[in-house]
């Protein structure tokens, strides 16, 4: 039976949904515009600039270098995996590298969260696309 919701605006009638079945114009439970929702990485240029990252890092840990790459600065709006002379390990999106310090994000395995870490603390790191 029809009530006064299953008509649209315009009058028109509705079609009847299935149970579970998303109304139409409507996002599906995980879209990629939602808060908190992060897409698969995908290889390729990244320019989040000072933004979080809308995207997972790769699902992958690299090899470890046995010598130091060079300057992080490399890294900059790049996923990066970093090794700190500490232990700690994490992927990062590197926003900005000044004389002393990174600023970027870093991946908890379900978000990412804003950190700050010393250069001269970095034992080594990879960059990818």
Not at 9 to 17: V, Y
Not at 112 to 120: D, H, S
Request: charged share 15%; with cysteine.
């Amino acid at each position: 039976m029809l009530d006064e919701y299953s008509f649209r605006p315009d009058g028109t009638p509705m079609h009847q949904m299935q149970q579970g079945q998303q109304p139409h114009g409507q996002f599906p439970q995980h879209h990629p515009f939602e808060e908190g929702y992060l897409m698969p990485y995908m290889a390729g240029h990244h320019n989040f600039g000072q933004y979080t990252p809308n995207m997972r890092p790769p699902e992958y840990i690299p090899r470890k270098p046995f010598h130091h790459p060079g300057s992080i600065r490399t890294c900059v709006n790049r996923f990066t995996y970093i090794w700190f002379h500490d232990g700690r390990n994490f992927w990062a999106w590197i926003a900005f590298v000044s004389h002393r310090t990174i600023y970027g994000y870093r991946f908890n395995g379900h978000r990412w969260i804003y950190f700050e870490g010393e250069v001269n603390d970095v034992e080594t790191f990879v960059c990818v696309r």
